[in-house]
């Protein structure tokens, strides 16, 4: 099962039918138990999650995010050299999914969002100069899956919401819209620091982190949080998602929608000035130098 969401889709013998369509495509597909390739699906696994997925998963499994992400995750790169995505590990020198069992999904009501798409592929698109997502979508056509001999007719829509997929979507749209931006900010910003990368990955995907790290005291001492605020965001692991992803957009992209202490504010200012001030001091003496080997040559 495979499950894709970028622009650039891999269409070159892909089991993608390369069609963009909308929500109100027509499709025709039933999955069922008692279907000849029951489970075929689930035994060969290529399964991103999003960060609402981890969630709904490590509080069926009563685990923390870190250890849900060390027992069922693997971490892979959404984009060369650039921010991480996290796939579901499948079985120990397998391919199949660990929660698969012959009666079909352990984890079936807290399935992921690909495995509530299938065999729909959600495709993300930004629309230019603005910073929201269009959804479109692509048909997945696998020989195994029997599904679309089926008598059944529905647009993505309906099958959308049969699959219980509108809540996964909305939920995960901060996190796309992240990953969205990042992609479209290209080369212009840099290749992001490790350490950027590192936070990203923790807010992301290990909320359970991310909730000690907003009691930290380098937290407190810089960000200004009403107290009623902060005990909704920390009692609730969705809210506390939901903060991560506006948390993100104020430290990669200078959104800044969380307050700071006027102190920690200033002080951060002062240090930033100073650093640029210490680039700019590095820059002429780096100049003088060159200068003065260029000198030095011509009078030899
Ligand atoms: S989580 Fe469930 S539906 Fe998804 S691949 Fe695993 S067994 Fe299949
Ligand atoms: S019909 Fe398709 S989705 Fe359903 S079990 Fe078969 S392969 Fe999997």
Same mark, same amino acid.
């Given at each position: ?16 039918? *390369? ?70 590990? *499948? #079985? ?11 009666? &079909?999904?352990? #984890? ?38 029997? &599904?679309?001999?089926? *008598? !059944? ?6 099958? !959308? ?45 290990? #909320? %359970? ?49 969380? *307050? ?15 650093? #640029? ?14 200068? %003065? ?8």
């Amino acid at each position: 099962m495979d499950t894709y969401m970028a622009s650039d889709l891999p269409f070159h013998e892909s089991p993608v039918v *390369p069609e963009m369509c909308e929500g109100s495509k027509t499709i025709r597909f039933r999955c069922r138990k008692g279907i000849a390739c029951w489970n075929a699906c689930c035994s060969n696994i290529d399964i991103s999650l999003t960060p609402y997925d981890i969630l709904r998963l490590k509080q069926l499994l009563n685990l923390t995010s870190g250890e849900f992400l060390r027992q069922y995750t693997v971490p892979y790169e959404l984009e060369q050299g650039g921010i991480a995505g996290v796939k579901l590990r *499948p #079985v120990e020198n397998g391919t199949a999914c660990r929660f698969m069992t012959a009666e &079909g999904c352990s #984890v079936y009501d807290e399935r992921p969002t690909s495995c509530r798409y299938y065999p729909v592929a959600l495709l993300s698109m930004r629309r230019q100069d603005e910073y929201t997502d269009i959804r479109s979508y692509a048909l997945v056509k696998e020989d195994h899956c029997l &599904g679309h001999n089926e *008598p !059944r007719e529905l647009t993505i829509d309906e099958y !959308r919401h049969e699959q219980g997929v509108e809540e996964y979507d909305e939920l995960a749209r901060g996190w796309r819209q992240l990953i969205l931006k990042k992609k479209s900010s290209g080369p212009s910003v840099g290749k992001p620091s490790k350490s950027s990368l590192q936070l990203f990955f923790m807010v992301c995907y290990d #909320v %359970d982190r991310f909730r000690s790290f907003v009691v930290s005291e380098g937290f407190n001492e810089l960000y200004d949080l009403d107290t009623e605020e902060t005990i909704e965001i920390l009692g609730d692991d969705t809210k506390l998602m939901l903060f991560g992803f506006r948390f993100l957009r104020q430290v990669l992209f200078g959104e800044n929608t969380i *307050p700071l202490k006027q102190d920690a504010a200033t002080k951060r200012m002062v240090r930033y000035q100073e650093k #640029v001030q210490r680039m700019e001091q590095e820059a002429v003496q780096r100049r003088m130098a060159e200068q %003065d080997e260029m000198y030095e040559n011509q009078e030899d």
